[in-house]
Nanobody
Framework: QVHVVESGGGSVQPGGSLTLSCTAS????????MGWYRQAPGKIRQLVAG?????FVKGRFTMSRDYANNMVSLQMNSLKPEDTAVYYC???????????????WGQGTLVTVSS
């Protein structure tokens, strides 16, 4: 079983910053890729950062990868009210040398941007 856990969410005023962290743990061979999605109330889940950044976060958010330790973080600056959402981490891992990547999701962490 693979567990993906996010941390670092919270409330912040517009213009503020937050850093989210994510760790994948369990029994698997290696990490193939990790990324971040978000889902705002009443909206579909959307990609924030992975192989590329979503246009709406370019220049404001920075993702750092440490696949040797199965970790990824998301530094979020210049936050706007429209960034309010539950942020999810996704980890694609290789269970063994022969299998293709499998996807595992965290439970999400809430980010609220409000004055």
């Amino acid at each position: 079983q693979v567990h993906v856990v996010e941390s670092g969410g919270g409330s912040v005023q517009p213009g503020g910053s937050l850093t989210l962290s994510c760790t994948a743990s369990g029994s698997f061979f290696s990490t193939y890729a990790m990324g971040w999605y978000r889902q705002a109330p009443g909206k579909i889940r959307q990609l924030v950062a992975g192989a590329e950044y979503a246009d709406f976060v370019k220049g404001r958010f920075t993702m750092s990868r440490d696949y040797a330790n199965n970790m990824v973080s998301l530094q979020m600056n210049s936050l706007k009210p429209e960034d309010t959402a539950v942020y999810y981490c996704v980890a694609e891992v290789l269970m063994d040398r022969e299998s293709g990547p499998r996807e595992f999701w965290g439970q999400g962490t809430l980010v609220t941007v409000s004055s």
